[in-house]
Each structure stands twice: as structure tokens, then as C-alpha cells.
């Protein structure tokens, strides 16, 4: 780190400072020293020009760590989005294999199982709905119990027909 040596603009004296600083004092007189870019000219800083400086150093390191966080929430939001989609196809597949399970054994049992998964699931797939998946609560509510109860129906037809 090179040392530049100037004159304190306010009482003279000879003082080192880092050559790429933008703030500096005088040890002397306590005079805090503002640095213009590319003349190398110093002058004494008023105490509200280096707080406007620093705040509004302090603002940009705010701004760009809330864009971080914005990002990283997204990013965690649309994975959690993601993980929520595939729970609900994978229990659609389950329904499915169960309710094929009902009409081939014709057991009463399994009928009950899957009518109270076919009314359970979508409630619970309701409530952990994330925030920014499409579509309200109530109606990822209706939708899963219109799906589970159409693919229901359709077992019940086919078990009537082929079994």
C-alpha cells in the first residue's frame, strides 16, 4: 500500500495517507480530509458530506443484501412450489393404484380407504399449499377433491363394467 504525503489544507502540517483512500484526518488538528478522484486535490470535509457519503454507501450495502434476500426467498419459494407439486401427483398416482386395488378386490375396506384419502388429502394439501403456488387455498381445495373424486367415479364405472 503506497502512502501519498500532503499538506493538511487546514493547518499545514505534512501528513500520510493511503493513496486509494477516500477519507482521511489530519493526526494535528483532527480535520477530516475528503479526497476528489483523479486530481489528487484534498480539502476539508464537513461532518454532513462524509455522513450523506456514508449513507449513501450504507444504502447501496442495504439494497444489494435485499436483493440478495429477495432472490434467495424466491429461489426458496419456487423450490418449495416445486416439492408441493410433486407430493400432490404422487399421491394422485397412490389414489390411482389404490382405487385400481378397490375395483379389482371389490372389498369394502378398501372402498372406505380410499373415499377418506380422496376427501383427507386435498384438505391437507390445502393447508400446506405454499404462499406462491397458483391459485387460493379453497381452491386447491375444490380442484383436488373435484380430481380425486372424478378419478373415483371413473374406477367405481370400471370396476361395475370389467369386474
Not at 440478495?68 to 410433486?86: A, C, F, M, P
Not at 389404490?98 to 378398501?110: G, K, N, Y
Not at 393447508?127 to 372424478?150: D, E, Y
Request: hydrophobic residues 45%; contains cysteine.
Amino acid at each position: 500500500m503506497n502512502l501519498v504525503k500532503i499538506n493538511c489544507p487546514n493547518c499545514g502540517a505534512v501528513i500520510s495517507l493511503p493513496e486509494n483512500s477516500k477519507f482521511g484526518y489530519c493526526e494535528f488538528c483532527n480535520s477530516q480530509l475528503r479526497f476528489d478522484d483523479g486530481s489528487r486535490q484534498y480539502r476539508v470535509a464537513d461532518r454532513s458530506e462524509i455522513e450523506r457519503i456514508l449513507l449513501s454507501k450504507n444504502k447501496r450495502d442495504l439494497t444489494s443484501q435485499i436483493d440478495r434476500s429477495n432472490l434467495e426467498y424466491e429461489t426458496e419459494s419456487d423450490l418449495s412450489v416445486q416439492k408441493w407439486t410433486i407430493l400432490v401427483i404422487v399421491f394422485h398416482a397412490l389414489f390411482i393404484l389404490l382405487s385400481v386395488a378397490t375395483c379389482m378386490f371389490r372389498s369394502v375396506e378398501a372402498r372406505l380407504i380410499a373415499t377418506t384419502i380422496g376427501i383427507i388429502m386435498p384438505i391437507i394439501f390445502a393447508v400446506i399449499k405454499p404462499r406462491n403456488a397458483r391459485g387460493s387455498k379453497i381452491g386447491v381445495f375444490f380442484l383436488l377433491i373435484g380430481t380425486f373424486g372424478f378419478m373415483l367415479g371413473i374406477m367405481n364405472l370400471i370396476a361395475q363394467r370389467v369386474f
